[in-house]
């Protein structure tokens, strides 16, 4: 693993804040020239711990104001089993995120959909593709709290 230096995670806290910044805003901004500032963002890049830059869009404003979690549960379980779940999964352009849990249940999958019609097609499509029967529990959001895709790069400020 590439080993990071304060300098490094300034860099870091900085684009996750605003991916926009010029290389010269950026450089100001953690004490370095416009070069040094690029040299540094291009190796973060290159390493793997930058792995892109992205536009964050309201969903609502697509009509896609419904934001639903899906609890699947397989009634068999094997190599081959999670990785066909896992390829009819990824296909779905609906689904944000999916993610193999331990715990009650196998898979949690976020989806982001226009409505519960669009929901009760998108369940279905989900469970139709399951290699095995399955189970599903479902939790439509209420209010987004939270949500960000930041992480935290040093000690909890007080």
């Known amino acids: 693993m590439y080993e990071l230096d304060a300098i490094d995670l300034r860099i870091l806290d900085l684009l996750q804040q605003q991916g926009r910044l010029t290389m010269t805003e950026l450089g100001e901004s953690v004490g370095l020239s416009t070069s040094p500032c690029s040299q540094r963002v291009k190796r973060l890049e290159q390493t793997g711990v930058i792995t892109g830059y992205h536009a964050r869009i309201a969903p609502q404003a697509l009509g896609k104001a419904l934001l639903v979690f899906v609890e699947?549960?397989?009634?068999?379980?094997?190599?081959?089993?999670?990785?066909?779940?896992?390829?009819?999964?990824?296909?779905?352009?609906?689904?944000?995120?999916?993610?193999?849990?331990?715990?009650?249940?196998?898979?949690?999958?976020?989806?982001?959909?226009g409505g519960m019609d669009e929901y009760r097609r998108l369940l279905g499509t989900m469970l139709a593709q399951m290699p095995v029967p399955a189970q599903s529990n479902s939790y439509v959001v209420m209010e987004e709290v939270k949500e960000s895709t930041a992480l935290r790069l040093g000690p909890r400020k007080k």
Do not use: M, N
Not at 74 to 90: G, M, N, P, Q
């Open 72 to 113: 699947i549960t397989l009634t068999e379980k094997s190599e081959l089993i999670f990785k066909k779940v896992r390829d009819a999964l990824a296909h779905i352009p609906e689904v944000q995120e999916c993610h193999l849990i331990a715990g009650r249940f196998d898979y949690l999958v976020k989806a982001r959909l």
